[in-house]
């Protein structure tokens, strides 16, 4: 067996056969229950060995990035690249330790010379069990092998794109047959993801956590405002016939500080900050949020503390639309050279559903996949996935991924536990008697979480830890938003029978569009006659992002979304997180049920438990 891992946030866990079969895959965040978890997944980890697979059995283990920032002391190097938020966050609040932590490492850098940290993951995996060979695997090299070993497509042009990992922050390979040949790469200063970080930490949104709100935002306002601003900070150029990427962003972050190659000094001019913070995460936000400022904020002549929300709308707009502009004529001039029309796509920036329209539609372009989890969890898949390649090959063929749903599944004891811990009373159905009950609570108005089966690995969900609601309405929306505390201008997705795929879209590539379309990771055109029929989902600019689901895909879900059709004629259903605010996505039985008896919800499906809520009777519409 392989173990792949990753450390950076959303650090993540999985388990491929020696032919890179998924057997299992898991982000820490869903079981440490802090969102964007970082470093060692230990909740995940030991899960794993006691659940899926021994660690004797392990025989090679593929980490998704090199794992070489420097520093003079383990302590250092522990606390800043392998320790998880609540060590973390224990370390800002304790002000003497953390000064000490910095004085030290300041002190031996001055004696001793400054190593990786790879002997601290390899010590750490032998205190687990775990002796075999470790591979350490390229940040983006690992994003791109996970986007062609998925992909449905024996050939294509792998484009990486995010922040940074490993100094580099994209990168673009030629795969065929199973091998994969690196064509360009693009250094961190260069980052699309930088650019778009500053513009979330300028909104006031929390950096590597809302982005979406940007992307969403960006519908409600008009780019004209600030383009010229927004032209200056990212935009495509010519180093002879080479194409490069400019960021502003990224360039000036780099001349204050490398974010993989920590200088504690130059933390020190934020002093101020961390005597004041009580998170990492808080830390981390108002670091960059008062440099995005000082270096960037200025070319917009701007209070940036007294933002109206037509400011933030105009601001996000402005800055999708030369996110776009710079990704596409980047790409563009990749596929020429690599005479393609197939696009395999992995990276955070990926996560970012308009982006991923514009590319299909916009450039000569047949199939597109993009890798479901895209973010760095995913280089725990790709990372796994390149060694059993580099080991096995050329044996190994690409293998399609029909799924997400790889992780743990809620047990039926645990279920019971945590029923009679809540003093609630369920009962046990079939899954037809499910799907009725289902279908007829959402024909009603009725807000029904569902969580059973493998949990789905990657940022969304796709039915097995999924809200399901009625999507005919757009003030019912509004009252589910207010329910889960969210933000009014993110719209939700839907879930569509594939039959009225053609029905319910448009699009002159709404055939290569469906692929990724089958998870969430792209947004199409919905044509006009069925806005106001499908309210709760279509976005102000006219768009979705759906789940398509097919009578092939999950039994029950497809039998929900099927009757709910007969009910009401629409082959379609809201589809969000099933989550509380700011919360990772629900996880076990406990976590479920709190968001019933929280009211979040009015139904709950756990394993095939139905339990209803408190107002259960009562009409919602």
């Not at 778009?196 to 949104?205: E, P, V």
Request: aromatic share 8%; with cysteine; glycine share 8%.
């Amino acid at each position: 067996m392989i173990l792949g891992l990753s450390f950076s946030h959303n650090c993540s866990v999985v388990v491929l056969d020696e032919s890179g079969g998924i057997k299992f895959a898991c982000s820490e965040e869903r079981l440490s229950r802090r969102k964007n978890e970082w470093g060692i997944p230990e909740k995940t980890l030991s899960l794993v060995f006691s659940d899926v697979v021994h660690p004797s059995r392990i025989t090679r283990v593929a980490v998704g990035e090199r794992c070489e920032s420097r520093s003079a002391t383990d302590a250092f190097a522990q606390c800043m690249y392998l320790a998880n938020y609540q060590a973390k966050d224990a370390l800002i609040r304790n002000k003497k330790k953390m000064a000490w932590t910095v004085a030290w490492e300041l002190f031996c850098r001055l004696f001793r010379k400054k190593n990786d940290f790879r002997h601290l993951v390899t010590d750490h995996l032998k205190s687990l069990g775990v002796h075999a060979p470790i591979d350490f695997i390229e940040h983006h090299e690992a994003h791109a092998a996970s986007a062609y070993y998925c992909s449905p497509f024996s050939e294509g042009l792998a484009v990486t794109l995010d922040g940074e990992g490993d100094r580099t922050s994209c990168s673009v390979w030629r795969c065929r047959d199973g091998i994969m040949e690196k064509m360009a790469s693009l250094p961190e200063s260069c980052s699309v993801g930088k650019f778009y970080r500053c513009i979330t930490s300028l909104l006031g949104f929390t950096i590597n956590r809302h982005e979406g709100k940007v992307t969403g935002l960006a519908a409600h306002g008009n780019p004209d405002r600030f383009r010229d601003a927004m032209q200056q900070l990212l935009f495509t150029r010519f180093d002879g016939t080479r194409p490069t990427i400019h960021s502003a962003v990224a360039e000036s972050m780099l001349q204050r500080f490398r974010f993989r190659s920590v200088d504690p000094l130059r933390l020190l001019a934020f002093t101020d900050l961390a005597i004041k913070a009580s998170t990492w995460d808080g830390l981390l936000g108002s670091i960059l949020r008062r440099h995005f400022i000082r270096e960037i904020g200025s070319a917009f002549d701007l209070d940036w503390e007294l933002l109206t929300m037509k400011d933030k709308a105009d601001i996000a707009a402005a800055a999708q639309e030369v996110l776009e502009a710079t990704v596409l004529s980047w790409i563009t001039h990749q596929l020429a050279a690599a005479d393609t029309r197939t696009l395999l796509l992995a990276g955070g920036v990926f996560a970012n559903v308009k982006l991923n329209q514009s590319v299909l539609d916009g450039l000569p372009v047949d199939n597109i996949f993009i890798q479901p989890a895209m973010g760095d969890e995913g280089l725990a898949l790709g990372g796994g996935l390149r060694v059993a390649h580099r080991v096995e090959a050329p044996r190994i063929s690409v293998s399609a991924m029909h799924s997400t749903y790889f992780g743990p599944s809620i047990q039926r004891d645990e279920i019971e536990t945590a029923l009679e811990r809540a003093e609630l009373t369920a009962r046990e159905f079939e899954e037809d008697e499910i799907a009725e009950t289902v279908a007829s609570a959402l024909a009603e108005y009725k807000v029904v979480g569902i969580a059973r089966g493998a949990m789905e690995f990657g940022p969304r969900a796709l039915g097995h830890r999924s809200i399901l609601a009625h999507p005919g309405r757009k003030d019912f929306n509004d009252r589910i938003n207010k329910r889960l505390n969210r933000s009014d201008f993110m719209p939700f997705a839907p879930v569509v029978l594939e039959d009225m795929v053609n029905e319910v879209f448009e699009g002159s590539k709404l055939t290569a569009a469906s692929v990724p379309g089958r998870f969430m990771t792209i947004a199409i055109d919905v044509k006009r006659e069925w806005h106001e029929r499908l309210a709760g989902v279509v976005h102000s600019d006219g768009t979705a992002r759906p789940q398509i689901v097919g009578a092939d895909d999950d039994s029950l879900y497809y039998e929900i979304l099927r009757r709910f059709h007969e009910l009401t004629g629409l082959g379609c259903l809201v589809n969000t997180s099933f989550n509380l605010h700011e919360e990772p996505i629900v996880a076990s039985a406990a976590d479920a049920i709190k968001a019933l008896e929280l009211g979040a919800i009015d139904l709950l499906i756990v394993g095939n438990h139905v339990v209803y809520g408190a107002d259960h009777g009562r009409k919602t519409a």
